[in-house]
């Protein structure tokens, strides 16, 4: 499945984004508690989950994820 390997996972996690150009601030990795070879990833990006391009990289990424949720998405800070 797609949560064994963290390259590929990843890879494809960056590319799904990448290809819609949606900035990626940062992306952490933690092995899961579920088993050896399953992976976390958290990952920070500029844009609002309801953004389209967004959106769509994260209803792509839902369906191949096994679990997979959105901790939070928030307005941009005015500077």
Known sequence: GMD???PGTLLLILSEFAY???NLNKVESRPSKQALGHYVFF???EG??????VA???A????RANLFR???SYPRAAI
């Not at 609002?48 to 391009?53: F, G, V």
């Not at 792509?60 to 369906?63: M, Q, T, V």
Request: hydrophobic residues 35%; without cysteine.
């Open 20 to 22: 819609r150009h949606v």
């Open 48 to 53: 609002h989950a309801e953004d389209e391009p």
């Open 70 to 72: 959105v901790l939070g």
């Open 4 to 6: 064994q390997d963290e």
């Open 43 to 45: 990952i920070d990006l």
């Open 56 to 58: 769509s990289a994260l």
């Open 60 to 63: 792509e990424l839902g369906k």
